[in-house]
Protein backbone atom coordinates (compact mmCIF):
# COMPACT_ATOMS: atom_id res chain seq x y z
CA UNK A 1 0.00 0.00 0.00
CA UNK A 2 1.47 3.49 -0.90
CA UNK A 3 1.35 6.23 0.88
CA UNK A 4 0.18 9.73 0.75
CA UNK A 5 3.38 11.36 -1.59
CA UNK A 6 3.94 15.31 -2.39
CA UNK A 7 5.89 16.87 -4.79
CA UNK A 8 8.33 18.95 -4.68
CA UNK A 9 10.23 18.68 -1.71
CA UNK A 10 11.05 22.35 -1.27
CA UNK A 11 10.52 25.19 -3.80
CA UNK A 12 11.22 28.82 -3.63
CA UNK A 13 9.27 30.96 -5.05
CA UNK A 14 9.66 35.13 -5.60
CA UNK A 15 6.60 37.68 -4.59
CA UNK A 16 3.98 37.69 -6.65
CA UNK A 17 4.77 34.70 -8.66
CA UNK A 18 2.24 31.78 -9.06
CA UNK A 19 3.03 28.14 -7.77
CA UNK A 20 1.40 24.57 -8.36
CA UNK A 21 2.40 21.82 -5.72
CA UNK A 22 0.67 18.35 -6.24
CA UNK A 23 -0.49 15.66 -4.08
CA UNK A 24 -1.14 11.70 -4.39
CA UNK A 25 -3.63 10.10 -1.69
CA UNK A 26 -3.33 7.05 -0.41
CA UNK A 27 -4.16 4.01 -2.22
CA UNK A 28 -8.19 3.62 -2.11
CA UNK A 29 -8.70 6.64 -0.37
CA UNK A 30 -11.04 9.43 -2.70
CA UNK A 31 -10.84 12.33 -0.10
CA UNK A 32 -7.72 15.02 -0.22
CA UNK A 33 -7.58 18.26 2.38
CA UNK A 34 -4.81 20.35 2.05
CA UNK A 35 -3.60 22.54 5.36
CA UNK A 36 -0.63 25.30 5.87
CA UNK A 37 1.81 24.74 8.54
CA UNK A 38 3.62 28.22 9.89
CA UNK A 39 6.98 27.81 11.38
CA UNK A 40 5.84 27.05 15.17
CA UNK A 41 2.41 26.19 14.37
CA UNK A 42 -0.16 23.68 14.08
CA UNK A 43 -1.29 23.07 10.47
CA UNK A 44 -4.52 25.52 9.62
CA UNK A 45 -7.34 24.04 7.04
CA UNK A 46 -7.13 25.06 3.29
CA UNK A 47 -9.96 22.97 1.33
CA UNK A 48 -10.99 19.82 0.95
CA UNK A 49 -11.91 17.72 -2.05
CA UNK A 50 -14.05 14.70 -2.07
CA UNK A 51 -14.69 12.95 -5.62
CA UNK A 52 -13.47 16.13 -7.50
CA UNK A 53 -15.15 18.61 -5.54
CA UNK A 54 -15.10 21.38 -3.33
CA UNK A 55 -16.32 19.95 0.41
CA UNK A 56 -15.01 22.83 2.48
CA UNK A 57 -13.12 25.31 2.87
CA UNK A 58 -10.99 26.78 5.32
CA UNK A 59 -10.26 30.85 5.88
CA UNK A 60 -7.79 31.53 3.10
CA UNK A 61 -8.39 34.03 0.05
CA UNK A 62 -9.74 32.98 -3.35
CA UNK A 63 -5.58 33.17 -4.48
CA UNK A 64 -5.29 29.47 -3.12
CA UNK A 65 -7.28 27.39 -5.41
CA UNK A 66 -7.05 23.69 -6.06
CA UNK A 67 -8.47 20.25 -8.13
CA UNK A 68 -9.15 16.59 -7.89
CA UNK A 69 -8.49 14.23 -10.49
CA UNK A 70 -10.63 11.42 -11.25
CA UNK A 71 -7.58 9.07 -9.81
CA UNK A 72 -8.38 11.33 -6.79
CA UNK A 73 -4.64 12.79 -7.12
CA UNK A 74 -5.27 16.52 -6.44
CA UNK A 75 -3.35 19.90 -7.05
CA UNK A 76 -2.96 23.13 -5.00
CA UNK A 77 -2.74 26.18 -6.89
CA UNK A 78 -1.73 29.73 -4.84
CA UNK A 79 -1.79 32.65 -6.84
CA UNK A 80 0.21 35.96 -6.66
CA UNK A 81 2.66 34.54 -4.10
CA UNK A 82 3.15 36.73 -0.81
CA UNK A 83 5.46 36.57 1.83
CA UNK A 84 3.14 35.41 4.31
CA UNK A 85 2.75 31.77 2.08
CA UNK A 86 6.55 30.55 3.01
CA UNK A 87 4.52 27.80 5.32
CA UNK A 88 5.10 23.80 4.69
CA UNK A 89 2.25 23.09 2.89
CA UNK A 90 0.57 19.19 4.03
CA UNK A 91 -1.61 17.01 2.16
CA UNK A 92 -3.40 14.34 3.74
CA UNK A 93 -5.83 11.66 2.64
CA UNK A 94 -9.07 9.25 4.10
CA UNK A 95 -11.89 7.38 2.70
CA UNK A 96 -14.00 9.98 4.02
CA UNK A 97 -17.13 9.58 5.94
CA UNK A 98 -15.29 10.38 9.44
CA UNK A 99 -12.19 7.87 8.79
CA UNK A 100 -8.64 8.91 9.41
CA UNK A 101 -6.86 11.65 7.76
CA UNK A 102 -2.97 10.40 6.79
CA UNK A 103 -0.79 13.43 6.05
CA UNK A 104 1.63 13.09 3.08
CA UNK A 105 5.82 14.54 3.58
CA UNK A 106 4.71 18.32 3.05
CA UNK A 107 6.60 20.70 0.49
CA UNK A 108 8.00 23.54 1.92
CA UNK A 109 7.23 27.08 0.13
CA UNK A 110 9.37 29.85 0.41
CA UNK A 111 8.93 33.03 -1.11
CA UNK A 112 11.32 35.84 -0.73
CA UNK B 1 -10.09 32.38 22.33
CA UNK B 2 -8.37 29.44 20.04
CA UNK B 3 -10.62 26.90 19.37
CA UNK B 4 -8.23 24.73 20.65
CA UNK B 5 -5.69 25.09 23.07
CA UNK B 6 -2.15 23.29 23.44
CA UNK B 7 0.49 24.38 25.56
CA UNK B 8 3.79 24.35 23.20
CA UNK B 9 6.21 23.25 26.02
CA UNK B 10 9.07 22.89 25.61
CA UNK B 11 8.73 19.33 27.43
CA UNK B 12 11.89 17.62 28.80
CA UNK B 13 11.74 14.10 30.39
CA UNK B 14 14.13 11.56 31.36
CA UNK B 15 14.03 8.50 29.47
CA UNK B 16 11.47 5.79 30.96
CA UNK B 17 9.13 8.55 32.66
CA UNK B 18 5.46 8.65 32.00
CA UNK B 19 4.66 11.89 30.06
CA UNK B 20 1.60 13.83 29.67
CA UNK B 21 0.30 15.82 26.93
CA UNK B 22 -2.98 18.17 27.05
CA UNK B 23 -5.14 20.05 24.79
CA UNK B 24 -8.69 21.86 25.82
CA UNK B 25 -11.04 22.97 23.45
CA UNK B 26 -13.98 25.61 23.16
CA UNK B 27 -16.52 24.07 20.72
CA UNK B 28 -18.82 21.09 22.34
CA UNK B 29 -19.53 19.97 18.54
CA UNK B 30 -16.34 18.25 18.19
CA UNK B 31 -16.43 14.69 18.51
CA UNK B 32 -13.35 13.04 16.50
CA UNK B 33 -10.37 13.52 18.40
CA UNK B 34 -6.55 12.52 17.49
CA UNK B 35 -2.75 13.03 18.25
CA UNK B 36 -0.41 13.39 15.44
CA UNK B 37 3.37 12.99 16.08
CA UNK B 38 5.38 15.45 13.99
CA UNK B 39 8.90 14.92 13.25
CA UNK B 40 11.18 18.12 12.71
CA UNK B 41 10.37 18.98 8.80
CA UNK B 42 8.57 15.70 8.19
CA UNK B 43 4.50 15.33 7.93
CA UNK B 44 1.90 14.67 10.88
CA UNK B 45 2.00 10.81 11.65
CA UNK B 46 -1.34 9.59 13.24
CA UNK B 47 -0.81 8.15 16.42
CA UNK B 48 -4.22 8.25 18.03
CA UNK B 49 -8.06 8.32 17.00
CA UNK B 50 -10.87 8.43 19.17
CA UNK B 51 -14.40 9.13 18.78
CA UNK B 52 -16.44 10.97 21.22
CA UNK B 53 -15.51 9.97 25.53
CA UNK B 54 -13.70 7.85 26.79
CA UNK B 55 -10.47 6.31 26.36
CA UNK B 56 -8.25 4.29 24.31
CA UNK B 57 -4.85 2.47 24.51
CA UNK B 58 -2.24 1.37 22.01
CA UNK B 59 1.08 -0.01 23.44
CA UNK B 60 2.55 2.77 25.28
CA UNK B 61 0.21 5.18 24.50
CA UNK B 62 -3.22 5.78 26.13
CA UNK B 63 -5.70 8.73 24.79
CA UNK B 64 -8.61 10.18 27.02
CA UNK B 65 -11.33 12.03 26.29
CA UNK B 66 -13.71 14.32 28.30
CA UNK B 67 -16.12 16.03 26.70
CA UNK B 68 -17.78 17.05 30.15
CA UNK B 69 -14.41 19.42 30.72
CA UNK B 70 -13.75 19.94 27.13
CA UNK B 71 -10.05 18.46 27.60
CA UNK B 72 -8.19 15.06 26.05
CA UNK B 73 -4.61 13.93 27.01
CA UNK B 74 -2.22 11.60 25.75
CA UNK B 75 -0.56 9.62 27.86
CA UNK B 76 3.34 7.88 26.83
CA UNK B 77 4.50 5.27 28.91
CA UNK B 78 8.48 4.05 29.37
CA UNK B 79 9.06 7.32 26.93
CA UNK B 80 12.19 6.32 24.45
CA UNK B 81 14.62 8.88 23.32
CA UNK B 82 12.66 8.11 20.01
CA UNK B 83 9.62 9.75 21.33
CA UNK B 84 11.10 13.10 20.99
CA UNK B 85 8.80 14.89 18.37
CA UNK B 86 5.99 17.55 18.34
CA UNK B 87 3.01 16.28 19.09
CA UNK B 88 -0.36 17.74 18.07
CA UNK B 89 -3.79 17.48 18.91
CA UNK B 90 -6.43 17.60 16.12
CA UNK B 91 -10.27 17.60 16.42
CA UNK B 92 -13.30 17.41 13.95
CA UNK B 93 -17.08 17.95 14.01
CA UNK B 94 -19.04 14.76 12.98
CA UNK B 95 -20.21 15.31 8.60
CA UNK B 96 -19.60 18.09 7.14
CA UNK B 97 -15.76 18.99 5.59
CA UNK B 98 -14.04 17.17 7.97
CA UNK B 99 -11.86 19.84 8.52
CA UNK B 100 -9.18 19.44 11.34
CA UNK B 101 -8.66 21.83 13.94
CA UNK B 102 -5.05 21.39 15.07
CA UNK B 103 -3.38 23.06 18.40
CA UNK B 104 -0.12 24.70 18.38
CA UNK B 105 1.71 21.27 19.25
CA UNK B 106 3.73 20.71 22.35
CA UNK B 107 7.56 20.09 21.61
CA UNK B 108 8.80 16.69 23.68
CA UNK B 109 12.83 15.46 24.51
CA UNK B 110 13.31 12.15 25.93
CA UNK B 111 17.21 12.41 27.15
CA UNK B 112 18.59 9.09 27.51
Known amino acids: ET ?18 LRCSSQSGHNTVSWYQQALGQGPQF ?4 YREE ?7 PPR ?5 FPNYSSELNVNALELDDSALYLCASSLGGGNEQYFGPGTRLTVT | QKEVEQDPGPLSVPEGAIVSLNCTYSNSAFQYFMWYRQYSRKGPELLMYTYSSG ?11 DKSSKYISLFIR ?3 PSDSATYLCAMR ?10 GK ?6 NP
Not at chain 1, 64 to 68: D, E, I, N, P, T
Not at chain 2, 55 to 65: I, L, P
Not at chain 2, 93 to 102: A, D, H, M
Not at chain 2, 105 to 110: A, C, P, Q, W
Open chain 1, 3 to 20: GVTQSPTHLIKTRGQQVT
Open chain 1, 46 to 49: IFQY
Open chain 1, 54 to 60: ENGRGNF
Open chain 1, 64 to 68: FSGLQ
Open chain 2, 55 to 65: NKEDGRFTAQV
Open chain 2, 78 to 80: DSQ
Open chain 2, 93 to 102: LQGGSEKLVF
Open chain 2, 105 to 110: GTKLTV
